[in-house]
């Protein structure tokens, strides 16, 4: 914790700057953090701030970053030795720059990062970024670079503004925060901290302001969002799968999704609401990781690939054109070539619509980072592209399947081509259609005539 935060709160309308300031926000890492980015957005906004592309335009940068793997934390450092070279030059011409790092390698590195890069005035954790006003003045008024990083207390999200800006029809809505089971190789649990459920009330009122603002899809999310536990209106502990109906309720919600789950949380009522609940969307984002058991227990996941296995079933027997997306690790230390070839066999018996693959990426105080046995990177690489091929046709497969089916699409913006819009099939993949743009906002049928490994077309039935 920065010792700076002992002194008296400043007064905010002093370090506010003048309207017409702007903020350049790039984001790293997974959906979590572009709600994030868009709460802080939001936070700032009565300072003035707008955003802007341009980053030498930006007044305030924000960079809120991942640190999942260690590629996503070496693009951090690499982009703040451009934004010294920005700042400089914008210093040059008499305007000031504030340099804001948040996000998870805020929240693991903390100072760190600041006598790494003397450029950033203010590193601020995932839990702390509600105090953002507060801590850019005191940064800006001190010159110091402040350091943020507590789990505080209070509840952030009873401290972030109650409107919601919407710039679209889809909008992620966080429901849960944090980790409680300490997957070796995963450094969540340590930068996001403990498992944390918000209220049904808060969330409900949050997904009407939303829905005022004319979104139509929420995607709940969370860490480990099927393990959402949070109060309900009754004083009871609710589940994902009670939530998820609740929200159903609301007016003008039309869409829902969530994401990311774990095997071991996909509890009866949820796969029930899965065969049930109109609202829910035929896509499941469910990680395993591994196909081979002695990997599974050293990742420590907490189940097989038998229970993985059941699990598919279970959901495809509530919802039989579901489809499933995962996420896989490739080169867990001690990862023989017939452990990988099980991973292998996996993607063709589940027939994964659309996977996430990674190298292993040994994260600082892990277990897994410890683990003798590492796998060379050029065994790894090796993998990875195999599995990547393997998914590549599963995946053209998938999208080939859906041609010659007529699928709800909700409209979302306007397409590149003229007189065409994008939206959003049920299984996620954008569809590119012939429409006018009063269509945005609305869901309409269309009839899918052309597939690629992540896109379709099609035509408007009228
Ligand atoms: N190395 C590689 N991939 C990782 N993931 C999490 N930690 C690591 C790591 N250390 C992947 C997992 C997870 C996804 C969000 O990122 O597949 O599901
Ligand atoms: Fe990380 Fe495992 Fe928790 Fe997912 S379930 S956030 S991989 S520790």
Redesign the pocket.
């Known amino acids: 914790m920065d010792t700076e935060l002992s002194s008296p709160p400043l007064d905010l309308a002093d370090a506010a700057p003048a309207s017409g300031k702007k903020v350049y926000v790039k984001t790293f890492g997974c959906q979590m953090n572009v709600y994030d980015s868009e709460r802080m957005t939001e936070l700032i906004d009565p300072l003035g701030y707008s955003e802007t592309s341009d980053i030498a335009d930006a007044d305030l940068v924000i960079l809120n970053t991942c640190h ?1 793997r260690e590629k996503a934390v070496e693009k951090v450092y690499s982009d703040l030795g451009r934004i010294r070279q920005v700042k400089d030059e914008r210093r040059a011409a008499g305007k000031e720059t504030l340099v804001a790092v948040a996000g998870c390698v805020a929240q693991a590195e903390g100072a760190e990062i600041a006598r790494r890069a003397p450029v950033v005035d203010l590193v601020v954790g995932p839990q702390s970024y509600q105090a953002l006003p507060e801590l850019l003045a005191r940064a800006k008024s001190t010159g110091r670079s402040v350091v943020e990083t507590i789990f505080p207390d209070q509840d952030k999200f009873a401290q972030l503004p109650l409107t919601r800006s919407a710039k679209s029809t889809t909008a992620f809505l966080t429901v849960q925060e944090g ?11 340590y930068t ?1 901290g403990m498992e944390y459920s918000r209220s049904v009330t808060e969330l409900t009122r949050e997904a009407e302001k939303l829905a005022a603002r004319g979104v139509r899809e929420l995607t709940l999310l969370g ?2 969002v099927n393990a959402y536990h949070g109060e309900g209106p009754d004083g009871a502990t609710w589940s994902l799968a009670k939530l998820l109906r609740q929200l159903a309720r609301v007016e003008g919600i039309e869409r829902l999704r969530y994401t ?1 789950s ?1 095997p071991r949380d996909m509890t009866a009522d949820l796969i029930a609401a899965h065969g049930d609940l109109e609202k829910l969307m035929p896509f499941l984002h469910l ?1 395993v ?1 591994s196909g081979a058991d002695r990997i599974l227990a050293a ?3 907490k189940h097989t690939a038998d229970d993985y296995r059941r699990v598919i079933r279970q959901i495809l027997a509530a919802r039989p054109d579901i489809a499933i997306s995962t ?1 896989f690790i490739v080169g867990f230390p001690g990862e023989s070539e017939s452990e990988f070839a099980q991973t292998l066999d996996l993607v063709d018996e589940i027939g994964f619509a659309q996977a996430f693959t990674f190298k292993y990426s040994p994260r600082p105080g892990t277990p897994a980072a410890k683990l003798g046995d590492q796998v060379p990177e050029d065994v790894k690489s090796e993998r990875l592209n195999r599995l990547l091929a393997r998914m590549e046709r599963q995946q053209l497969a998938f999208t080939a399947g859906l041609v010659g089916r007529t699928l709800p699409v909700l409209f979302e913006k306007a397409a590149r081509g003229a007189g065409q819009l994008i939206g959003r099939s049920p299984y996620m993949y954008p569809v590119t259609v012939e429409a006018h743009a009063g269509l945005v906002g609305e869901i309409a049928p269309v009839l899918i005539r052309t597939s690629g490994p992540n896109s379709l077309g099609g035509d408007l039935q009228a």
């Open positions: 999942i980790c409680d089971k300490f997957c070796t190789f995963c450094v969540v649990p996001r860490q480990n990311t774990h990680p990781q990742m420590n996941r996420d």
